[in-house]
């Protein structure tokens, strides 16, 4: 694999900035410490989710499934494995869980995946319930000593991991291969493109992703229990967010991360009635204003500026 | 046989449900996420409607339905109809239709929450006993299933004998072709929308005489929806009752024979099952 | 909930605190609140947990304020809806803590809940005097947790007393030994019925028909058409509300013949006996206060007049005497939380609901277990330690 300049400039970039983001639990440890928590679990949620939903269209709200299975794999093995293995079987259960789902659904068309992911959270939470009542096993206690920084450097860290990982696949076959199917399926199949390979393919990284998220978010809710660790509300959380960004470019989701949780803060604090209305109105900015996102919205800056330029 | 009744009488429920979805995905060709919230509204104004008016939601409907059709109307002209002007393709409408009516789906609970908070509402109506083949029912459930027969019945012989039917029947089989022979697609699939959406409203006013409601429980309501009339082949009612009539029967038999518990996952079994071997539903066309 | 009477208390705590900033410049005390508005809690949240604040907070301020140090001074509420979402949940607390500067924070709703914000509470040294927190780990919680306080009881407690209540009236011969128990496949609803099994066959009854439904379930007439197959004396059910209301509604139909009926969370909720009216008549259910107690009934007045809706039987009353203990320990020792923890583990506070002390574990053991509803009114009919149980009766068909 050879490395443009363009390409080493990018990466060190990238490295420096991960640096400097690691730097932050050692100037607040509070309130901008949880903030930080928060904005970087989005942004690998996100990201990862744009890697698949952005080439493919394909809206996944399978998030938050992932994500409460990964809490669950904490839940249940945090007295028995290290942290880091549980992160890792996590990603290998998240992984194998999207294969599963993809199969099944990603050779139908994209509104059937959008059902069946908007039910999976609910689904696994009741396939989750139902085992723990016949074991007459109740809430998960995850009581351990990683604190709020030791999260945040996990967080920073997945989300290293998510830009590299995208960063890779758009430069390998399968990331061609993807965005032949996005311009148009057909013309991928007809160019000899296994298709609904390259998409289960595809689908487990948000799968995995998610799932380790959860994994590494559960000692911070201190209590698995299934209605709070398969909220749905995350998914649609992460789609607003990829979507506002733009989920055209691998940074697009991080530029709608951020504004998004700031706005969310500021109405959870100064309307606490209104954060359901907040987010209804996010998807209607959306679709009618920004449907590219803000780097959409970059684009078409650029474009009228470098037309006129030309002219 | 009881197992089979109860069944048929929770299908009934589900068709209701599942019919107005049906239209407004079928014809106007818009997956309405939001049709969960239109389902509780129409149940929040049948109990208002009981506690405070003593008004019987059997007449309660002929108030909800003229309400929720310009409501529905007035959603599909405003805001999607852009949305159908600007998209290129089927699946750009979707994508979008589905974006936007998820954001209507947050406002509609945002709203609803506003105004009558997240408290639950139930109220009893006709909660006594009905004696059917030797097995009991309760009143508001045989009710609620008579008048889902009655309202898709209507339905069907609308769609199947008069003109104005044949046409939407026409669009929701092949737009492009329906322009062609002179049929005003845009107006037809307001109609259908709102149609659509006064039906889920009534619906909604008649569930809400035996479950129990809150502002947030609409999007359980749009996942079912949803899968009935996928599993029962967009477009086509007689595949929306049947779908729905199973499902409620396929539940039942779960819950009483194996565990409550798992009939979520029962209905996805049955959704993934029949997708895999009939993509196009039970009664649905192949695409061409 | 109604947002009138939130207006008036708006105001009137504008009026007042303005009134308040002109006469003595005294600073307020800020007291943070996150529970759920929105999501699957806030029904709950909204009947039992909210109204008890804003009441206290009105009373309070309508007195003056709380005396600290010899000088009076207001409350200042700070509310946060956490939509039901322990993340929402940690974010306010810190919010709360780091952002808003609050004084103390009251403790959030819900098992769950509480416990995501436990780290945080013991963190930043809040105190938290939880309500809806019902578990049996309360040992180990408040050895990792030492701010955490539990005031409604243990879930063996709950469970136990069940049986106890079904056991008498058993061994007075008014029923037989025959138990029909089914649960919501919720933390709640599993604990407590992982609980009671053991309980139930220790005492000689011999469960006849028993399963689990997921929460949210639209349909319940199987699980009452099976239970009535087996033919039992009683019927419990570790349900939530919405589960509550509709077995409820599903027995009626059924005319479920059993002499003792039990459903365990929003029984003692105010809509359950306005929408079941008499054939409310007998049905047991979680909790419970001894309505005829002074204290009791001018609280309930009070609360309705304040916030136009009733007090729950049970968690409300729990709610508000956890606030009415947070006052007087920082009249007691002022405004410095480590202080106020301390003063929370030796003292013993006058409530609404009786004496009220923190043991060893932090857990107050005197907390109410059973309750039934007799004559309109859920009263309590089992406790730990509380007095005013009525003795139980039987549940006589569905009119």
């Known amino acids: ?311 | 046989m009881d197992i089979l009744i109860t069944g048929i009488l929770l299908g009934g429920t589900y068709a209701l449900i599942a019919m107005g979805l049906n239209l407004q995905y079928g014809v106007a060709r818009i997956m309405n996420l939001a049709n969960g919230e239109i389902l509780v509204a129409g149940g929040y104004f049948a109990f208002i409607a009981y506690t405070a008016a003593q008004l019987s939601p059997i007449l309660t409907i002929f108030l909800v339905a003229p309400v929720a059709f310009v409501l529905n109307w007035l959603i599909y002209r405003v805001m999607l109809q852009p949305l159908v002007n600007r998209a290129k393709n089927r699946g750009q409408l979707e994508t979008d239709s589905i974006l936007s009516t998820f954001g209507l789906s947050f406002i509609g609970v945002g709203l609803m929450l506003s105004f009558f908070g997240g408290d639950y509402f139930s109220y009893s109506f006709m909660a006594v006993p009905v004696e059917l083949l030797g097995n009991t029912y309760g009143a508001n459930r045989v009710l609620s299933f008579v008048m889902a027969v009655l309202i898709c019945g209507a339905l069907y012989i609308w769609l199947n004998r008069s003109r104005s039917g044949l046409s939407i029947r026409a669009i929701a089989t092949a737009p492009a072709s329906a322009r062609l022979v002179g049929i005003d697609v845009k107006n037809l699939s307001a109609l259908a929308f709102a149609l659509g959406g006064a039906v889920t409203a009534v619906g909604g006013a008649l569930i809400s005489t035996y479950l129990t409601l809150d502002a947030s429980t609409g999007v359980v309501f749009t996942l079912k929806a949803l899968i009935i009339v996928i599993m029962g082949g967009v477009g086509d009612v007689r595949g929306t009752i049947i779908a729905a009539l199973l499902l409620g029967i396929l539940e039942t038999v779960v819950a009483s024979l194996l565990d409550p518990g798992l009939t979520l996952a029962a209905a996805y079994v049955m959704f993934l099952g029949i997708l895999l071997f009939r993509p196009q539903g039970l009664f649905g066309k192949k695409p061409t | 909930m109604n947002r009138r009477p939130f207006m008036k208390l708006v105001s009137a705590l504008a009026i007042a605190s303005a009134l308040a900033a002109t006469a003595a410049s005294a600073e307020n005390i800020r007291i943070g609140a996150v529970a759920p508005k929105t999501g699957p809690l806030a029904g709950g949240a909204t009947v039992t947990q909210w109204p008890s604040i804003y009441l206290w907070v009105d009373q309070v301020n309508a007195a003056g304020g709380l005396t600290v140090d010899g000088e009076k001074m207001m409350i200042e509420l700070i509310e946060y809806d956490d939509q039901t979402n322990p993340g929402e949940t940690i974010k306010a607390v810190q919010r709360l803590a780091t952002q808003d500067d609050a004084h103390f924070i009251i403790a959030p709703y819900g098992t769950g809940l509480n416990l995501a914000a436990a780290p945080l509470f013991d963190r930043y040294g809040y105190p938290q005097i939880a309500v809806s927190a019902i578990t049996d780990q309360q040992a180990d919680l408040s050895a990792k947790f030492p701010n955490m306080f539990f005031t409604l009881g243990t879930t063996t407690a709950l469970a136990a007393d069940v049986v106890n209540v079904l056991s008498d009236m058993r061994d007075a011969g008014q029923m037989g030994d025959k138990v029909a128990m089914v649960n919501v496949a919720d933390a709640f609803g599993i604990e407590l019925a992982t609980a009671a099994k053991p309980l139930f066959e220790e005492a000689g009854f011999s469960i006849v028909y028993e399963t689990s439904y997921p929460l949210g379930t639209q349909d319940l007439s199987p699980v009452i058409k099976g239970a009535a197959a087996a033919e039992p004396d009683a019927f419990v059910a570790w349900s939530y509300p919405p589960d509550t209301f509709a077995l409820t509604e599903q027995a009626m139909i059924e005319n479920l013949d059993v002499k003792a009926f039990y459903t365990a969370v929003a029984t003692p909720f105010p809509g359950y006996g306005a929408r079941f009216g008499a054939a409310a008549e007998g049905v047991l259910g979680a909790g419970g206060v001894n309505p005829e107690s002074p204290a009791f009934m001018e609280y309930a007045a009070a609360h309705e007049a304040v916030t136009d809706s009733k007090p729950d039987y049970w968690a409300s009353a729990t709610t508000y005497a956890s606030l009415e203990i947070l006052a007087q320990s920082i009249e007691a020792v002022g405004l410095d939380r480590a202080a106020v923890t301390a003063h929370l583990k030796e003292s013993t506070f006058e409530t609404i609901l009786g004496p009220i002390s923190f043991d060893e574990n932090n857990s107050n053991a005197d907390f109410w277990t059973v309750g039934q509803w007799q004559g309109g009114v859920f009263r309590g009919v089992a406790s730990r330690g509380r007095d005013g149980t009525v003795p139980v009766i039987l549940k006589d068909g569905w009119k």
């Not at chain 1, 928590?37 to 499934?65: D, K």
């Not at chain 1, 723990?132 to 860290?157: F, H, M, R």
């Not at chain 1, 696949?169 to 000899?192: K, N, W, Y």
């Not at chain 1, 504004?259 to 679709?287: M, R, Y």
Request: charged share 10%; hydrophobic share 55%; proline share 4%.
């Open chain 1, 1 to 311: 694999m050879s490395l443009t300049g363009t390409d080493v400039r990018n990466l060190c970039l990238a490295a420096f900035a991960f640096a400097i983001c690691a730097l932050l639990p050692f100037g607040d440890n509070g309130y901008w410490l949880g903030l930080g928590v928060t904005i970087a679990m989005f942004t690998t949620l996100a990201t990862s989710w744009a890697l698949f939903s952005g080439p493919t269209h394909y809206i996944s709200l399978a998030t938050a499934a992932f994500f409460g299975v990964g809490t669950y794999v904490t839940g249940l093995g945090i007295d028995i494995l290290p942290f880091w293995s549980l992160v890792g079987l996590a990603g290998l259960i998240g992984a194998v869980l999207a294969a599963l789902v993809g199969l099944a659904t990603l050779r139908l068309s994209g509104v059937y995946f959008v059902i069946f992911t908007l039910g999976l959270a609910e689904l696994v939470r009741q396939v989750i319930t139902w085992v723990q009542n016949n074991t007459g096993q109740k809430g998960l206690y995850v009581l351990t000593d990683l604190d709020e920084a030791g999260i945040y450097w996990w967080l920073l860290g997945l989300a290293g991991v998510v830009f590299l990982a995208g960063w890779l696949i758009g430069r390998s076959r399968l990331g061609f291969a993807l965005r032949i199917i996005g311009d148009d399926e057909t013309v991928a199949a007809h160019s000899g493109i296994n298709t609904a390979r390259a998409k289960v393919l595809l689908f487990m990284v948000p799968g995995a992703v998610a799932a380790m998220t959860g994994a590494v978010l559960a000692p911070r809710y201190v209590y698995i229990e299934p209605s709070l660790a398969f909220a749905p509300i995350l998914s649609f959380q992460v789609v607003i967010m990829a979507l506002l960004g733009g989920a055209s470019r691998l940074w697009g989701p991080l530029v709608g991360v951020i504004p998004f949780t700031f706005l969310l803060e500021a109405v959870s604090s100064n309307f606490p009635n209104q954060t359901t209305l907040v987010i209804g109105i996010a998807f209607l900015v959306i679709v009618y204003l920004l449907p590219n996102g803000f780097v959409g919205l970059l684009d078409q800056i650029l474009h009228r500026v470098n037309t006129r330029e030309a002219s």
